[in-house]
Each structure stands twice: as C-alpha cells, then as structure tokens.
C-alpha cells in the first residue's frame, strides 16, 4: 500500500500544495498506520453513501480534522459513482420505505426525470434514512474490520517473529 501513497517531499511546489497549502505536510495525513487508515475507511464510506453532491470535500474535511488518511478517505468516496448511483439509491429507497413502514411507490412507466420530480416528496425521506443507515453500518463495519486485520496481521507478524528466533537459538545450540 505504500508504493500507492504519495511522498510528502515531492508534492512541495505542486499543485497539490498550491491547493492544500501547509495542510498537505501535515503527517497524519498520509501515515499508514493502524488508526489514521481505519479512521480514513470510516470516513470514506460514511461520506460514500451520504446522497450530496461533491463528497471529496467533506471527506477530505474530515480527515484533516480528525487526522486520518487522506488518500484513503478521498478514493473510498468513489464507491459512489455515475455508475453505481442508480442501483445505491435504489436500495437506499428500499431499505429506508422498510425501515419506515412505507409501501413502495413503484414508477409507471419507468424512472425517469419527470417522475422524479413528481414523486420527491414521497420518497426524499425513505432516500434519506436508508442513506444514512448504510453509511453508519458501512463506516462502522469497515472501521472494525480494517482495526481487526491490522491487529491480527501485527500479531501473526510478531508470532513468526517469535518462531524465526526459535528456530535460530535451537540451531545455534545444535551446532
């Protein structure tokens, strides 16, 4: 994953700094350690299924704040694209109309701008809590899987450790 992060020395005099200014050098903000990653897939995915236009600035926003991973933060906000808006909003109608006991308004002659705009006051508030109920349950899943991978790789890292240097006293004694 470190070949993919950018080097803090290279971005001086880019764009990038010309944009960011002084936040960019700050060192949270790539390290990839286990609570600035985890804490940038919670932010990412929160803000990925969150229905606003423009959702790399608030991430972005967030993980300066609360110094996580940028470069994380900002690409898991794509899961959300042109591509995959349909079917997410969607499923977000769908869970948020069960989620509030709402019969599900179905389009008559298939969903287009038109019956969208006739129909935004019935399914904005069905949009909204199923929304938001996947970016909660997806920032929390991801935060603890990411937070568990990290610690049982750690851990299996120091058992190998642990059986390497076993492995040398007991050759050395052999010898």
Not at 18 to 39: A, E, F, M, T
Not at 53 to 67: N, T, Y
Not at 76 to 84: A, G, Q, Y
Not at 94 to 110: A, C, E, V, Y
Request: hydrophobic share 50%; net charge positive; proline share 8%.
């Amino acid at each position: 994953m470190r070949r993919f992060m950018p080097d803090p020395a290279r971005l001086r005099g880019t764009w990038v700094e010309r944009v960011l200014g002084k936040v960019i050098h700050d060192p949270h903000l790539l390290h990839l350690n286990r609570r600035s990653v985890s804490l940038g897939v919670l932010i990412g995915l929160f803000w990925a299924f969150t229905p606003i236009p423009s959702q790399m600035v608030p991430a972005a926003l967030c993980a300066w704040l609360f110094r996580a991973n940028l470069p994380i933060s900002m690409s898991l906000v794509w899961i959300s694209n042109p591509l995959t808006i349909p079917p997410l909003f969607v499923a977000f109608y769908m869970t948020g109309s069960w989620m509030l006991g709402m019969p599900m308004i179905p389009p008559d002659g298939g969903i287009n701008m038109e019956w969208v705009h006739h129909r935004m006051g019935d399914f904005w508030k069905p949009v909204l809590l199923g929304s938001l109920t996947f970016s909660v349950v997806s920032a929390g899943l991801g935060y603890a899987l990411v937070r568990t991978w990290w610690i049982s790789t750690v851990r299996a890292n120091w058992a190998a450790r642990r059986k390497a240097r076993a492995a040398r006293r007991k050759a050395s004694t052999d010898d």
